[in-house]
């Protein structure tokens, strides 16, 4: 069972223009969701999270928006610039351990 | 944000070896880590949580003997693959927790068993 879904393997944006990851979850207890960047032979990135108790959080280029209701996510990134390209995951964590569950990731690439 | 670091950063063995991987959190202090493994193009998978002081949790299916996992101090953990195989090829990352919620991870070790 996938908690965590990233339906989109890729998306490919023109630079300068709005980049938009989707991310959905099944699994309610979730109360915390990360986006982290990841190149390959690299470990992942944290780019920037959110509280389940908010709806939006934003951090210079990058937003994230939480749907509770919807169970869905989504990183908006903009302008979205070359050095962006890299595979994103996004990340669920509840309960006292705080592991994180991964989606599969999508590919960003932006095109100059 | 916070640094890990992984040593080695890649590693070749001949199978039945063991290997040795080190975690540091280099400017925390980490009660918790995480070991994660990466298949190509797939996500990270959760092996074991890393508790300083106490034994680790492993995930269902990963063998507790195969993957011995040594959390010494805040600041180090350690994985050993023991009686490494061809199957056990892979990309190892390790993440420590720095405060509530946020995983730091480090840049991931690349194992190649012959």
Redesign the interface.
Known sequence: DQQVKQNSPSLSVQEGRISILNCDYTNSMFDYFLWYKKYPAEGPTFLISISSIKDKNEDGRFTVFLNKSAKHLSLHIVPSQPGDSAVYFCAGTSGSARQLTFGSGTQLTVLP | ?AV?S?HPSWVICKSGTSVKIECRSLDFQAT?M?WYRQFPK???M?MA?SNEGSKA?YEQGVEKDKFLINHASLTLSTLTVTSAHPEDSS?Y???A?QG?????????T?LLVL
């Open positions: 944000g890990v992984q918790t995480f797939q996500s990270l959760l949580t949790t990309f990352i390790c993440s927790r509530a919620e946020t995983q730091y991870f480090g840049p991931g690349r």
